[in-house]
Structures are given as structure tokens and as C-alpha cells.
């Protein structure tokens, strides 16, 4: 395995560098949960989405057919490394249009949705802003026991139920949507499938759900007799699960770009105690020191999973084994972040310009997100199961 970047990499370094200095104020730390709070936010996160697009950078690994540069998977990671030290915002198209909407389309989608849904994706337009539609009140981990109901009737389905923690429903043109399309199967499993849903639909309601430090990231989404073309299906009736799996991995191999995010994170809390004199009490150095080391090991573990894709390997249990590190080593970063701020660690981390917001609320930020995020996408104990059930081929718990 080759571990370091060769020079092509280091050049697009600097050029995303640049890209930073030319367009992202330093004032706001973006963070991908934390997009679009205000009106004004989110005219800027897609303002940005479309300057990615121009290059061509929003879908860099994408075949040059779908509108993308088709670059190595290596020179994707490099690009999110950086998005996550310097919080590049607009790089997802909603939650899930260029993470796992469009590369599951070129798996599992028909010509016709491929030619319909992934151009705007890959433009950076509003069009191609989605939303994904899993988890619903009674189903998360055991994401299987979905009831929300989809019943083919003719050329249409018709949908019925809800959903719940929606990221961007509310910014969301489409949604990525799991449905129960049999409720008489012996497996829980057999019996989902995949649809595209135009969220303008009649019937599907949004409502707003604020998390717990006042954002607006999460919603409801209500469905009542919701009517979709039957060719919104993707792929095959029943057989959505093995496509939501494929789906899931593309989602949770995205925590490659953390570890861009907390190398940012203590290279500001570097500074931060140099200002303070923290940095000649002995037990901060080493706490530093040993945060660096973890972060060069999530690092490596990225490099790993995409070496492995790079060369055609089908890896299924490594975006788990490498999310699960996020999960736990933001934890700690961002923990270890709050004691070296001390009181002023408690500032409301939507106040990043009060006179006592240090480092413009990115700790308080980031210690937030770090508790959603051991959660999103699957929480730790659920990436720890795919580990033991994939990686070490144990029994399923
Ligand atoms: C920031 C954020 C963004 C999100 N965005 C979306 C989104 O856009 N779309 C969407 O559909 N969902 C979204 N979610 C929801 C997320 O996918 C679920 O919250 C998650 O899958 C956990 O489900 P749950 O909340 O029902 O918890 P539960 O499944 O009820 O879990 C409760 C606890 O039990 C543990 N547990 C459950 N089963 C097991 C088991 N078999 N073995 C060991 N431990 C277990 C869990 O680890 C957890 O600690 C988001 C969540 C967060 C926090």
C-alpha cells in the first residue's frame, strides 16, 4: 500500500487552497450538520455548491458522463480532507445528493434516472438538493422494521407514513426514501424498497424539529397518500435492502473528511494554548500529542479503505470500523477542546461572534456535533456490529 500523497495530490492541495482563500470568509467554521441555519446560510452554501460545480469538484470521482472528472478515489480523499480542515460548505447537494444519491443511481438506477437526477446533482443546482428518508419514529438501528407503507397501484405508488430526523428536508428538492413495499414477507428485510420522492408532492408534509442547541437541521416528514411515478422505483421492488446497504457504506465512508476536521481543530487549539501558556503544562502537551497520533491512525485507516476501492476490493466492513473511530476520537477531541477552554467553553455555539467566543465557537461547535454524530448514519454500537458481523464473520448479535 502506498501511504503518502504523490505530487499531482499536493498540487490540488494548493489549488483547493487557494479556491478557500478566494471564497470562504474565515469568520464561520462549516461544519455539514450545521448548514443552512438562516436564509442568508444557505443563499451562501449554494452559491458555494455552484463554484464547486464549475470545476467540477462537487463530483470529482464522478465518470466524466455524469458530469464528473473521474479522478482517482486517492485524489477524492485528499479533497475531502480538505473540505473538512477548512469547513468548505456546499459539498453535499442537501445531506446526500453527492455522498450517496448519485453514486447509488450509477449502481442500482435506470438511463432514464440517471439522465433525470444526476446533472442537477453534479451542477450544484437547487434541483439537485436531497434529502434522505430512513429512520422513522419506532426505527432506527433495527432500520429493517420500517412501516412507512408504499402500495403500487397502477402506474403510480402511493405512500403513507413518516419519517423522522430528516437532515434539509426543509431545503430538499427530493428525497432518497425507504419504504415497506411488503408487509406479508418472513424476512423484515425481503419486503423494502427505494423510491425517489418529489418533496412538492401533494400530501408530504415537512415540520421543523430544532435539535438541541436551537439548529434547524432535523424534520418530520409526513407522508398522507402520497402519489410517485412507479418508475421513481430504483432497481427492483423488495430487493431495496442489499441497495440500502450500499448506500449506507457511501455515507459512512464519508467520515474520511474528519479527519481533515479535527487536524483543524488542533492546530487552533495549538495556537489557542501557546496564547494562553497553557501549552508548558505537561499533561496538555501530551494529550495533544497523543490526539495527533489518533488522528494520523483514522487517517491511515481512510487511506486503507481507499487503496482497497481503488484497486476493486468491495469493502464492507471498513467505512463502520473507520466511522466508529470518528465517533469516538471527536469525542475526545472536542472534549479535551472544552476542558482547555474552560468557562468559556459554555457560550452558545450559535454566538460565534460574542466578545467571549473563543476560536469562534469552533469547539463548542464541534462538541455538539460530535454527539449527533456518533448517531447519524448509524450510531457507534451499530458500526461495531458490522465490524464483528463482516470483519470478524461473528454471529449476528
Ligand atoms: C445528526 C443526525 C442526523 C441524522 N440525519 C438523518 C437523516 O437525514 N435521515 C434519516 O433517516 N435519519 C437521520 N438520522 C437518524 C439516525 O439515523 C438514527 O438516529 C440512528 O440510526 C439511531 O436510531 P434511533 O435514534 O432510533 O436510536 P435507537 O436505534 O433506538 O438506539 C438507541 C440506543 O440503543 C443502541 N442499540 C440499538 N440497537 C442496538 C444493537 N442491536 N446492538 C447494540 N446497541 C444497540 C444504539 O446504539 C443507541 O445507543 C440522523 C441522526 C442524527 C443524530
Redesign the pocket.
Known amino acids: 500500500m502506498e501511504f503518502g500523497f504523490g505530487e499531482k495530490e499536493t498540487l490540488f492541495k494548493d489549488e483547493i487552497r487557494e479556491f478557500v482563500r478566494e471564497n470562504i470568509p474565515v469568520k464561520k467554521y462549516w461544519i455539514m ?1 450545521d448548514e443552512g441555519e438562516t436564509d442568508e446560510d444557505w443563499a451562501f452554501i449554494m452559491s458555494i455548491s455552484k463554484k464547486l460545480a464549475k470545476k467540477k469538484w462537487l463530483t470529482l470521482s464522478w465518470p466524466k458522463e455524469y458530469g464528473g472528472l473521474g479522478v482517482s478515489h486517492i485524489q477524492k480523499m485528499v479533497f475531502e480532507e480538505e473540505v473538512g480542515y477548512w469547513g468548505i460548505p456546499g459539498t453535499t447537494m442537501g ?1 446526500s445528493g453527492t455522498g450517496w444519491v448519485g453514486p447509488s443511481l450509477m449502481i442500482f438506477g435506470s438511463d432514464e434516472q440517471k439522465k433525470t437526477y444526476l446533472p442537477p446533482i453534479a451542477a450544484g443546482d437547487e434541483d439537485g438538493v436531497w ?5 422513522e419514529p419506532d ?4 432500520l429493517a422494521s420500517m412501516q412507512t407503507y408504499a402500495e403500487r397501484v397502477g402506474d403510480e405508488y402511493i405512500i403513507n407514513g413518516q ?1 423522522v ?4 428536508a426543509h431545503h430538499s428538492r427530493w428525497m432518497w426514501l425507504a419504504a415497506r413495499t411488503d408487509r406479508n414477507c418472513q424476512k423484515k428485510h425481503d419486503g423494502i424498497s427505494l423510491f425517489l420522492v418529489d418533496m412538492q408532492s401533494d400530501g408530504l408534509k415537512v415540520n421543523p424539529l430544532k435539535n438541541f442547541v436551537g439548529h434547524h ?2 424534520n418530520e416528514v409526513f407522508f398522507d397518500e402520497v402519489k410517485i411515478p412507479a418508475r421513481n422505483l430504483v432497481g427492483t421492488e423488495n430487493r431495496g435492502w442489499a441497495q440500502l446497504m450500499t448506500a449506507l457504506s457511501f455515507e459512512r465512508g464519508m467520515a474520511i473528511g474528519a479527519s481533515g476536521m479535527m487536524r483543524r481543530l488542533i492546530d487552533e487549539l495549538v495556537e489557542y494554548v501557546k496564547g494562553t501558556g497553557q501549552i508548558h503544562d505537561p499533561l496538555v502537551r501530551f494529550r495533544l500529542a497523543d490526539l495527533v497520533m489518533e488522528v494520523e491512525k483514522l487517517s491511515l485507516l481512510g487511506r486503507e479503505a481507499v487503496w482497497k476501492v481503488e484497486r476493486g476490493d468491495i469493502v464492507i466492513h471498513e467505512p463502520s470500523r473507520d466511522k466508529a473511530f470518528v465517533d469516538e476520537l471527536l469525542d475526545r477531541l472536542t472534549q479535551f477542546g472544552v476542558e482547555v477552554l474552560e468557562g468559556y467553553s459554555q457560550m452558545d455555539p450559535l454566538r460565534k461572534d460574542d466578545r467571549w467566543t473563543r476560536l469562534r465557537g469552533m469547539i463548542e461547535q464541534t462538541y455538539y456535533f460530535a454527539i ?2 456518533s ?8 458500526q461495531r ?1 458490522i465490524v464483528a458481523n463482516f470483519g470478524l464473520q461473528l454471529p449476528r ?1
Not at 448517531?375 to 451499530?382: F, H, K, N, V
Request: glycine letters at 16%; proline letters at 0%; one cysteine or more.
Open positions: 450538520l445531506i434529502c434522505t428518508g430512513y429512520s426505527s432506527g438501528s433495527d419519517k430526523w430528516t437532515s434539509c437541521l432535523f449527533g454524530m448517531i447519524a448514519g448509524g450510531t457507534t454500537d451499530t456490529n448479535s
